[in-house]
T-cell receptor
Framework: GIQVEQSPPDLILQEGANSTLRCNFS?????LQWFHQNPWGQLINLFY???GTKQNGRLSATTVATERYSLLYISSSQTTDSGVYFC?????????FGAGTQVVVTP | ETGVTQTPRHLVMGMTNKKSLKCEQH?????MYWYKQSAKKPLELMFV???????ENNSVPSRFSPECPNSSHLFLHLHTLQPEDSALYLC?????????????FGDGTRLSIL
């Protein structure tokens, strides 16, 4: 099956810092989603991004499908950004998740 | 509010109990999914239903029994579970199973097996 690799596995940020999370995938995909899982386990849709760039407030994402990667940018991080960020690729109707990046934003 | 509601949010049960998890979606979607998330592991797809028919069963033990009575409701019936089944169970829905359809997730049921 398709492999989804996320990096880094862990990230500690000072409040106000910027960061980039990466997602590599091993094969062509129909689509890609970024999620944020908060400390209570809720999985929140951030972006649905097959290609190109999207922005939502302090977050933005870029997917380069031809090179099989996607990037999630967090700018001016806040403590509420803490949690696990998952990349998931849609291939043949199935969503395959990466292992996630655990982000901790300290005050 | 994601449009996908799961109940209960938390469940503690013994290994000999029988319980059910419920998922309801208000998005008019045709496909629904059950995922399992164990500690320190990525989400694992368990079951997929499309138009109320099961189209995927990812080698899930028979002690987990899904039911999809209509396109808005999905259940996961549990019986004689094992301690390793303790996990967060997430339900999701999408417009269809086809290409380019984003999945929307509920808040999950956190299950603990004593």
């Amino acid at each position: 099956g398709i492999q989804v690799e996320q990096s880094p596995p862990d990230l500690i940020l000072q409040e106000g810092a910027n960061s980039t999370l990466r997602c590599n995938f091993s094969d062509s995909v129909n689509n890609l989603q970024w999620f944020h899982q908060n400390p209570w386990g809720q999985l929140i849709n951030l972006f649905y991004i097959p290609s190109g760039t999207k922005q939502n407030g302090r977050l933005s994402a870029t997917t380069v499908a031809t090179e099989r990667y996607s990037l999630l940018y967090i700018s001016s991080s806040q403590t509420t950004d803490s949690g696990v960020y998952f990349c998931a690729v849609l291939s043949w109707g199935k969503l395959q998740f990466g292992a996630g990046t655990q982000v901790v934003v300290t005050p | 509010e994601t449009g996908v509601t799961q109940t209960p949010r938390h469940l503690v049960m013994g290994m000999t109990n029988k319980k059910s998890l419920k998922c309801e979606q208000h998005l008019g979607h045709n496909a629904m999914y059950w995922y399992k998330q164990s500690a320190k592991k990525p989400l694992e797809l368990m079951f997929v239903y499309s138009l109320e028919e099961r189209v995927e069963n990812n080698s899930v033990p028979s002690r987990f029994s899904p039911e999809c009575p209509n396109s808005s409701h999905l259940f996961l019936h549990l019986h004689t579970l094992q301690p390793e089944d303790s996990a967060l169970y997430l339900c999701a829905s999408s417009q269809d199973m086809g290409a380019g359809q984003p999945q929307h997730f509920g808040d999950g049921t956190r299950l603990s097996i004593l």
